[in-house]
């Protein structure tokens, strides 16, 4: 079965940090691009960050620069991880992974016939 799963979320107090994973079943990311993206309550779905493996190009909403981090599991390519440090109140928010996604250091988005990982809530208290 091809599918993300993602997980990592939780509840932390401001200035702390959280690890999200989304790990691919059934596919590697090969030399295309896969994304975060996070959901507020309330608040449309916006793009938090994306690396693309064909050339390396990465990007990072303004909010979130200096603080997260995307990697991806290099041996395998098929687990991405969101690194994130200082967390703030208002990066509460569902979490999700996407594959393929259009990537380049300006911004990111969704592409047609994309998986999406099922979501992790991660919640920051101040």
């Known amino acids: 079965e091809v599918q993300l799963q993602a997980s990592g979320g939780g509840l932390v107090q401001a200035g702390g940090s959280l690890r999200l994973s989304c790990t691919a079943s059934?596919?590697?990311?090969?030399?295309?691009?896969v994304g975060w993206f996070r959901q507020a309550p309330g608040k449309e779905r916006e793009g938090v960050s994306c690396l693309s493996l064909f050339d390396r190009s990465i990007y990072y909403r303004d909010s979130v620069k200096g603080r997260f981090t995307i990697s991806v599991d290099n041996s395998k390519k098929n687990t991405v991880y969101l690194d994130m440090n200082s967390l703030k109140p208002e990066d509460t928010a569902i979490y999700y992974c996407?594959?393929?996604?259009?990537?380049?250091?300006?911004?990111?988005?969704?592409?047609?016939?994309?998986?999406w990982g099922q979501g992790t809530q991660v919640t920051v208290s101040s």
């Open positions: 996407a594959f393929p996604v259009l990537c380049s250091e300006y911004g990111v988005n969704a592409a047609a016939n994309d998986y």
């Open positions: 059934g596919f590697t990311f090969g030399d295309s691009a």
